[in-house]
T-cell receptor
């Protein structure tokens, strides 16, 4: 089956940039998503990218995709304490299974 | 307000006692799904539904049932819960399908003793 891997923890200082990394194994066209989960809440979609794109920017968020290495990253500029949460990478193939594959989540801790 | 609601939010039960977790969305979404979240495992899809009366298995359907008799509701049924079903459960919906933004409910924390 498909696999999505993420590092489990990231700690940054307020005001610095955060980079959360993800690798995936699906070799077909796929959609790749970043979700944010705050304590006690469900997941909130932050942004997504299609596998034929290289980059997508949305305010403080930048998604970079290296198709060759199947590596996806989420960069948060000027990280704030409110960005502390768990971030999930997920991929959904364009064809075939409707089942998304989520990574295990990266806990981002932002300290003053 | 557009939202996905789940009930109950917290439930402690005993092995073998049938239970239902309700999920309702008010956005007229066609696609609904159930996930479980376990520490270190991320989210795994249990079942999904593309529309009324259309359901299909996700990654981990064993021990669960679902039904989709109305567009807005998608209950998750545990006929005979076991301790390995202790988990945090999320319901989600999206307008048409997997590529659309999924809206998640607040979660139901289930403990089976």
């Amino acid at each position: 089956g498909e696999d999505v891997e993420q590092s489990l923890f990231l700690s940054v200082r307020e005001g610095d940039s955060s980079v959360i990394n993800c690798t995936y194994t699906d070799s077909s066209s796929t959609y790749l998503y970043w979700y944010k989960q705050e304590p006690g809440a469900g997941l909130q979609l932050l942004t997504y990218i299609f596998s034929n794109m290289d980059m997508k920017q949305d305010q403080r968020l930048t998604v970079l995709l290296n198709k060759k290495d199947k590596h996806l990253s989420l960069r948060i500029a000027d990280t704030q304490t409110g960005d502390s949460a768990i971030y999930f990478c997920a991929e959904i193939p364009v064809k075939g299974s409707y089942i998304p594959t989520f990574g295990r989540g990266t806990s981002l801790i932002v300290h003053p | 307000e557009a939202q996905v609601t789940q009930n109950p939010r917290y439930l402690i039960t005993v092995t073998g006692k049938k239970l239902t977790v309700t999920c309702s969305q008010n956005m007229n979404h066609e696609y609904m799904s159930w996930y479980r979240q376990d520490p270190g495992l991320g989210l795994r899809q249990i079942y999904y539904s593309m529309n009324v009366e259309v359901t299909d298995k996700g990654d981990v359907p064993e021990g669960y049932k679902v039904s989709r008799k109305e567009k807005r509701n998608f209950p998750l049924i545990l006929e005979s819960p076991s301790p390995n079903q202790t988990s945090l459960y999320f319901c989600a919906s999206s307008l048409r399908g997997r590529r659309d933004e999924q809206y998640f409910g607040p979660g139901t924390r289930l403990t089976v003793t």
